[in-house]
């Protein structure tokens, strides 16, 4: 008899993804974990209405298409046209650190790199990975700076000596 939550049936390593650097490495790292802690690798980037727009926004601003756009770019950044591990893609709305400490609940593990594009260049941890740690329902990964996990080169190289 299987008694594992349906939550946990399969184990999914969430990763919070904003383009930055940071978010690329959390990235590859969290790829390089799925076949030690998980099943799939789950990417979620989240937007939000900027507080000066009120309730209106600029007619041709699409804050989707471009959360879509800024996941695809961090993939391919990351892994270029060869994810090691299926990947799920999120776009979610709402504050960053909120959404990701709601997705902790059905993961194995969550990700984050220690800063986004926000905040001081001189803080060591950002808001978001700060909160995420501290109220996350898993464990949580913060990877530091743009350090890669051992034996990932990046995607540009892959790509490069695929086609050699």
Not at 120 to 146: D, K, M, N, Q, W
Request: include cysteine.
């Amino acid at each position: 008899m299987d008694i594992t939550p349906a939550s946990r049936k399969h184990r999914v390593i969430v990763v919070g993804v904003d383009g930055s650097e940071q978010s690329i490495a959390a990235l590859e790292l969290a790829g390089s974990l799925v076949p030690l802690a998980g099943d799939v690798l789950r990417a979620v980037t989240v937007w939000q209405y900027p507080i000066g727009f009120g309730t209106f926004a600029p007619i041709t601003w699409n804050p989707d298409d471009l959360a879509e756009t800024a996941l695809d770019d961090a993939l391919s950044a990351a892994f270029g046209d060869h994810p090691p591990c299926p990947v799920e893609r999120r776009v979610l709305q709402g504050p960053a650190a909120q959404v990701l400490i709601e997705e902790s609940r059905k993961a194995a593990m969550i990700v984050v790199g220690s800063r986004g594009h926000g905040g001081f260049v001189g803080l060591l941890l950002g808001s978001v990975s700060s909160a995420v740690a501290e109220r996350s329902a898993c464990p949580v990964l913060i990877a530091h700076g743009t350090l890669r996990p051992p034996d990932a080169e990046p995607a540009a190289a892959r790509t490069a000596g695929a086609s050699a």
